[in-house]
């Protein structure tokens, strides 16, 4: 009977969320609909497991028992990369970086989303305190985007009074691996004290994509996240860093 109110409450708490991000920030993404889908199949294994429950001795009570043992591992291997990403997410840049590599996000026209301008902010008062630091601004031009997400973030910088002659520009990249790989380029040394700037949620696995790619001297600053897209960034992103893992897009 708990294991069935438990399932419900998740269940609906999931549809909840599914809706309250849709109304508040469209389907931005395709994992959005994870929620959806995880809402439906905990509603309908909450009166599953009802009836399987009324099956003595049942073969889909060792089943269910045998997904249960699936389903403990898996949540234990998503807490270890969670622990991780929030372990990460926590830690602060040293000072007297070469070079402030911040990645890019979505723009709206010509309005940089909310994450996109956590990070360039983040980024900012880096270069603030750091007069002699260098910023990579790393970003191309998607879909509803009038410029570039680099021209969105030089713009910013620009106007609160850092240097263009301080400004690398990457205008290319689509996404987090060509972020770091053109920002190589630009840098033109494995060995320069590099910062990478995104928001905290990104912060792991955009380090260890930066290692990968050749970075010897790598940190990161997390800058924050919209409060309402947390669950579904964090939850994303733990489904993201396991896959690039398998496929060793990360070290």
């Known amino acids: 009977m708990i294991i069935s109110i438990i399932s419900l409450v998740i269940g609906v708490i999931s549809i909840l969320y599914f809706l309250i991000y849709i109304i508040c920030a469209g389907i931005n993404n395709a994992f959005t609909f994870f929620w959806a889908v995880l809402g439906v199949f905990c509603i309908a294994f909450s009166f599953l497991h009802r009836y399987i429950m009324k099956q003595e001795g049942s073969f889909l009570k060792r089943m269910e028992q045998a997904a249960g043992i699936v ?11 969670l622990g991780n990403i929030v372990s990460e997410a926590g830690k602060a840049a040293k000072p007297g970086a070469d070079y402030v590599v911040v990645l890019g996000a979505h723009v709206y026209g010509k309005r940089m989303s909310t994450n996109l301008k956590y990070r360039i902010e983040a980024a900012y008062e880096y270069l603030e305190k750091n007069p ?3 910023a990579v601004l790393s970003g191309g031009q998607g879909s509803g985007e009038e410029i570039t997400e680099a021209e969105a973030m030089r713009l910013f ?4 009074g850092i240097s263009e002659d301080r400004m690398l520009i990457d205008e290319t990249s689509t996404n987090t691996e060509e972020n770091l790989r053109n920002s190589l380029k ?4 494995k060995k320069q004290r590099v910062v ?15 290692r990968k ?5 790598v940190e990161g600053i997390g800058s924050r ?19 690039y893992k398998i496929c060793g897009q990360i070290k």
């Open 196 to 210: 990478i700037v995104s928001n905290d949620f990104h912060i792991f696995r955009a380090k260890g994509i930066a």
């Open 132 to 134: 002699s630091s260098k």
């Open 186 to 189: 630009l840098i033109g040394d």
């Open 71 to 81: 389903v403990l591992a898996g949540f234990v291997i998503f807490l270890v990369i």
């Open 157 to 160: 910088l620009v106007e609160k």
């Open 213 to 217: 790619q050749g970075y010897e001297n």
């Open 225 to 243: 996240t919209v409060i309402y897209t947390m669950p579904n960034c964090y939850v994303r992103e733990v489904v993201a860093v396991l896959k």
